[in-house]
Every structure is written in structure tokens, then in C-alpha cells.
């Protein structure tokens, strides 16, 4: 248990759903990030909030939508999503955007038919 | 551009020693990084190197070469609980995390 909790571990969605991962983290931090992790490539930032603004969006589609409610939860909201988007989705948090140390939840596998 | 090079897969005997390098090129430095992560579980934080040398943490030690761009992670004692794939990262002078793929390393007894 890192302390960062991600619902559900697994997600089968068609290409024309909407789905949604939650992250919920308790450590007090203030930094929230989505990573995607694919088979044998290295993990990709996608999303960065730091202190409930999204600091970078590097180049993720649209169809891929964050949303940070308050310092403790943050959303990926999918749409019309590929085959290729099929990966582990993973949370993480730090105390700052600047810290060393990051905490990562178990991950969403994610499976796009 | 940025990349983070280690080996894909490595194997090791219990007991014994393993070092797993990597290599980085970022844009700027603010340290290395070295995570766990076992099949199916999220990575979980091993060492930060920021200045040269060694730095030992039990049966884990990790060293940096700043001027080399080079980083190896040293595990002994193998247990087979050890076996997992370990990634390397390190951060940019924006403090994001460039990753490596990691590697995956396999305990035989």
C-alpha cells in the first residue's frame, strides 16, 4: 500500500465509451501526475498538477481529459479512445512538483476493443 | 533530445551480485532516479542520486557519474523476491522525470 489508491485496476471500454480512472491520494501532497505505461516503453508523463493546476499537457490527445477536484483526488476522463490507447494507466503523487520521491498507485489496466 | 538507456532484461543467480546501468542524456539535471516495480504492482521508490558517488541503502546501492551521464543500480545478496523490473529516470531542469523502458531482472536459484 503506497497510499495512493487508483479505482478500477482493470477497464474494458468499447471505442465510442466514456469512461473515467479515478486517483485518490491521502498523503497530504501537493503534486498529482497520470502517467501511461505500455509494454517495454519507457512511462510517459501525461498530465501534472501542482496544487490543483495543471502545470503540463505534454502533447496528450484530447479524447484524454484530467480533472482535479481538490489536492487529494484527480480524474482522467476518456472518449473515443483507440486500440493504442490500451495501457497501464498510472497516478502518482509527490509532495511538491519538485520533490524527489514519487508515490504511485497500483495503476488502471486499460483495454480498448 | 532526452533519453534514458538500460538493459531490457537481465538475469542473475540468488545470492550473487547484480549491477544494472543506465545511461541518460536529459536537458539539464536535477538527479536520478532508481524505482521498483514488481509484475502487475505500482513502482515504488528505490534511491536519488544527485551528486557524484555511492549511495547504499542496505543490500540496494546506487552510484552517479554526472560527467559520464551514467548511473547503475548494485543489488547483492540476490533474493528471489528481488526479481522485478527496475527503472531508471532522471529528471530535467523542468523537474520532470525522463524514464528508461527498465529492465527486467530474473532470479534463478
Redesign the interface.
Known amino acids: 500500500e503506497t497510499g495512493v489508491t487508483q479505482t478500477p485496476r482493470h477497464l474494458v471500454m468499447g471505442m465510442t465509451n466514456k469512461k473515467s480512472l479515478k486517483c485518490e491520494q491521502h498523503l497530504g501532497h501537493n503534486a498529482m501526475y497520470w502517467y501511461k505505461q505500455s509494454a517495454k516503453k519507457p512511462l510517459e508523463l501525461m498530465f501534472v498538477y501542482n496544487f490543483k493546476e495543471q502545470t503540463e499537457n505534454n502533447s496528450v490527445p484530447s479524447r484524454f481529459s484530467p480533472e482535479c477536484p481538490n489536492s487529494s483526488h484527480l480524474f482522467l476522463h476518456l472518449h473515443t479512445l483507440q486500440p493504442e490507447d490500451s495501457a497501464l494507466y498510472l497516478c502518482a503523487s509527490s509532495q511538491d512538483f519538485e520533490d524527489s520521491e514519487a508515490f504511485f498507485g497500483q495503476g488502471t489496466r486499460l483495454t480498448v476493443v | 533530445g532526452q533519453n534514458?538507456d538500460q538493459p531490457?532484461e537481465m538475469t542473475a543467480t540468488e545470492g550473487a551480485i547484480v549491477q544494472i546501468n543506465c545511461t541518460y542524456q536529459t536537458s539539464g539535471f536535477?538527479?536520478l532516479?532508481w524505482?521498483q516495480q514488481h509484475a502487475?504492482?505500482?513502482?515504488?521508490?528505490l534511491s536519488?542520486n544527485?551528486l557524484d558517488g555511492l549511495e547504499e541503502k542496505g543490500r540496494f546501492s546506487s552510484f552517479l557519474s554526472r560527467s559520464k551521464g551514467y548511473s547503475y543500480l548494485l543489488l547483492k545478496e540476490l533474493q528471489m523476491k528481488d526479481s522485478a523490473s527496475y527503472?531508471c529516470?532522471s529528471?530535467d531542469s523542468n523537474?520532470?522525470?525522463?524514464?528508461?523502458?527498465?529492465t527486467k531482472l530474473i532470479i534463478k536459484p
Open positions: 534514458i531490457t536535477n538527479g532516479f524505482y502487475g504492482e505500482a513502482p515504488t521508490f536519488y544527485v527503472l529516470a529528471m523537474y520532470q522525470l525522463i524514464w528508461g523502458a527498465g
